[in-house]
């Protein structure tokens, strides 16, 4: 199943196979901003507040609450969801997308994309002046 989330309100939408797409709702209005699948759910996390959202299917949603406000991008690998914050250091795990455990990235930095893979983590920093990498 594909998912795609709108940014700024409640629309998404589900495809068994990328080509016919159907229109689903979020639990909320907010700034959706990045989703991942894992361990036969789909979590998403919204820039705007702390809030995540939690599916089996795409269609019945739960919400949950993550230890840090605007988490900015969200991945999955070996278990465990992992979700930065942009411009500080904080990052948090999860292994449900419900119940999240706060962590610390080496540096304060504008924490952009993250993404998993042979076994780490990595998270690349946004900002033109930066050179970091967390993994």
């Given at each position: 199943?594909?998912?795609?989330?709108?940014?700024?309100?409640?629309?998404?939408?589900?495809?068994?196979?990328?080509?016919?797409?159907?229109?689903?709702?979020?639990?909320?209005?907010?700034?959706?901003?990045?989703?991942?699948?894992?361990?036969?759910?789909?979590?998403?996390?919204?820039?705007?507040?702390s809030d995540v959202a939690?599916?089996?299917?795409?269609?019945?949603?739960?919400?949950?609450?993550?230890?840090?406000?605007?988490?900015?991008?969200?991945?999955?690998?070996?278990?465990?969801?992992?979700?930065?914050?942009?411009?500080?250091?904080?990052?948090?795990?999860?292994?449900?997308?419900?119940?999240?455990?706060?962590?610390?990235?080496?540096?304060?930095?504008?924490?952009?994309?993250?993404?998993?893979?042979?076994?780490?983590?990595?998270?690349?920093?946004?900002?033109?002046?930066?050179?970091?990498?967390?993994?």
């Amino acid at each position: 199943m594909f998912l795609a989330v709108a940014f700024n309100s409640t629309q998404a939408a589900t495809s068994p196979d990328g080509i016919t797409w159907t229109s689903r709702t979020m639990p909320l209005s907010r700034q959706w901003r990045s989703a991942a699948y894992g361990s036969g759910v789909f979590v998403v996390v919204a820039s705007s507040g702390s809030d995540v959202a939690i599916s089996a299917d795409g269609i019945t949603w739960t919400t949950a609450t993550a230890p840090f406000t605007n988490p900015y991008s969200i991945s999955y690998g070996n278990g465990v969801f992992a979700t930065v914050r942009f411009a500080t250091n904080q990052s948090a795990t999860s292994i449900n997308g419900t119940y999240w455990v706060a962590r610390t990235l080496p540096a304060a930095d504008d924490w952009g994309p993250t993404a998993y893979g042979n076994g780490t983590f990595v998270s690349l920093s946004l900002a033109n002046t930066s050179t970091n990498a967390a993994y």
